[in-house]
């Protein structure tokens, strides 16, 4: 497609499950950006890719949260034995990597909607 | 520590009126800013962007202002639309990274 694609779009799990969530970025950007919007709040940072590695990590919020990126492309965040703070929604976005850089606009996906009961 | 903020959780403004939005940062080394768009069920989409070494930008009916002297920047959107009810995100971008600082949103409420 022609956007960023994401799925689940929305997520029922119970405490203590471990949940996957897929972004399947912009064909050819090469920057892909996971943000959560927890319930009243903002946009919080957790993690970017560029290609398929990750220079910054600094925003995940403990070692449950990970995620990768293979082929350059899709990447899956994955969160493990989910707490009911998890509950948000989780956003990934994709840039041109010189976009990205220069201009800082990033294509969002419509996120997965994560509620932990 | 919230190196981008915007203090007014929500607006509400008549159609046809100006509407002004507000955010302020923190850190000086922001060398890009930016305003995106939210609409209930939806990503973000880009609305507007401004350099630091401007001070204003316009495109249509959206100008920006930045004032580096007070770490403040604003939206303005004349005359306001109904469609323009979203949620606004100020966010600004570091000369030495590559992922955008998000202020916390607006929710703009445009009367008819």
């Known amino acids: 497609g022609a956007g960023v694609s994401q799925s689940p779009s929305n997520k029922v799990t119970e405490k203590g499950k471990d949940v996957e969530l897929r972004c399947d970025p912009i064909s050819g950007h090469t920057a892909l950006y996971w943000y959560r919007q927890s319930l009243g709040q903002g946009l919080e940072f957790l993690i970017y890719?560029?290609?398929?590695?990750?220079?910054?990590k600094s925003g995940l919020p403990s070692d449950r949260f990970s995620a990768e990126r293979t082929g350059g492309s899709v990447s899956t965040l994955t969160i493990q034995r989910t707490q009911q703070e998890d509950s948000a929604v989780y956003l990934c976005?994709?840039?041109?990597?010189?976009?990205?850089?220069?201009?800082?606009?990033?294509?969002f996906g419509e996120g997965s909607r994560l509620t932990v009961l | 520590d919230q190196q981008v903020k915007q203090n007014s959780p929500s607006l509400s403004v008549q159609e046809g009126r100006i509407s002004i939005l507000n955010c302020d940062y923190t850190?000086?080394?922001?060398?890009?800013f930016l305003w995106y768009k939210k609409y209930p069920a939806e990503g973000p989409t880009f609305l507007i962007s401004?350099?630091?070494?401007?001070d204003k930008n316009e495109d249509g009916r959206f100008t920006v202002f930045l004032n580096k002297s007070a770490k403040h920047l604003s939206l303005h959107i004349v005359p306001s639309q109904p469609g323009d009810s979203a949620v606004y995100f100020c966010?600004?971008?570091?000369?030495?990274?590559?992922?955008?600082?998000f202020g916390g949103g607006t929710r703009l409420m445009v009367k008819p």
């Open positions: 890719f560029q290609g398929n590695s990750a220079p910054d």
């Open positions: 850190n000086s080394m922001f060398d890009y």
């Open positions: 966010a600004a971008k570091n000369n030495a990274g590559n992922m955008l600082t």
């Open positions: 976005a994709s840039s041109l990597v010189w976009t990205g850089v220069i201009t800082g606009e990033l294509f």
């Open positions: 401004i350099s630091s070494i401007k």
